[in-house]
């Protein structure tokens, strides 16, 4: 199995200065047709996941632009550009290179 | 825009069989690959196994002698079947689609449903 590793496991951020989560995988995700299999998940409490960043950098429909995603290969990142109090729950980043799908353990952001 | 909806037993007694049924509305189920997921509480999430509407299926190895994901079209809904269950099992579980244009991103979820194990 792809073990996904995420760090901070706990970010707390005064509204409107930037966060950033990151996320390794124990092995690549770049796929042979060339795009990176990881997606970023925000679940806010009592909800089901969000999709946030797909295909590594690709923004969800509807999600606003202080979202984005970079990395390559086994390192990827997620950045909010300026923190707002909505921002607040569990992101997870999961890859989908390959069956069994996993998860990060999770980072908990918590708005000051 | 695909709506799903969990339905199901809340309560099941160690080493029977749990079952659940995901509605779908909105969706055609040729367009998308139809998955579980689930996350036992304060934890986080694991992936289940999906279904096509072809039949084809993939299971997480750590489930996979247990559960079973199909499809009933004529239902408009897939359902999700795990024997044998334990205390483990107990999470709440969650249907969503997979899509290949996205890098099978779930992007449609259900709201979740929690399913206790206990006598």
């Known amino acids: 199995d792809i073990v996904m590793t995420q760090s901070p496991l706990s970010l707390p951020v005064t509204p409107g200065e930037p966060a950033s989560i990151s996320c390794r995988s124990s092995?690549?995700?770049?796929?042979?047709?060339?795009?990176?299999?990881l997606h970023w998940y925000l679940q806010k409490p009592g909800q089901s996941p969000q999709l946030l960043i797909y295909?590594?950098?690709d923004r969800a429909s509807g999600v606003p632009d202080r979202f984005s995603g970079s990395g390559s290969g086994t390192d990827f990142t997620l950045k909010i550009s300026r923190v707002e109090a909505d921002d607040v729950g569990v992101y997870y980043c999961?890859?989908?290179?390959?069956?069994?799908?996993?998860f990060g353990q999770g980072t908990e952001l918590e708005v000051k | 825009q695909v709506q799903l909806q969990e339905s199901g037993p809340g309560l099941v007694k160690p080493s029977e069989t749990l079952s659940l049924s995901c509605s779908v509305s909105?969706?055609?189920?040729?367009?998308?690959?139809w998955t579980w997921f689930r996350q036992p509480p304060g934890k986080g999430l694991e992936w289940i196994g999906y279904?096509?509407?072809?039949?084809?299926?993939d299971y997480n190895p750590s489930l996979k002698s247990r559960v079973t994901i199909s499809v009933d079209t004529s239902k408009n809904q897939f359902s999700l079947k795990l024997s044998s269950v334990t205390a483990a099992d107990t999470a709440v579980y969650f249907c969503?689609?997979?899509?290949?244009?996205?890098?099978?991103?779930?992007?449609?979820w259900g709201q979740g449903t929690l399913v206790t194990v206990s006598s």
């Open positions: 969503a689609t997979l899509e290949n244009k996205n890098g099978y991103a779930p992007d449609y």
């Open positions: 909105g969706g055609s189920f040729s367009s998308y690959y």
């Open positions: 279904t096509y509407y072809s039949g084809t299926t």
């Open positions: 092995q690549s995700l770049l796929h042979g047709n060339g795009k990176t299999y």
């Open positions: 295909l590594g950098s």
């Open positions: 999961m890859q989908a290179l390959q069956t069994p799908y996993t």
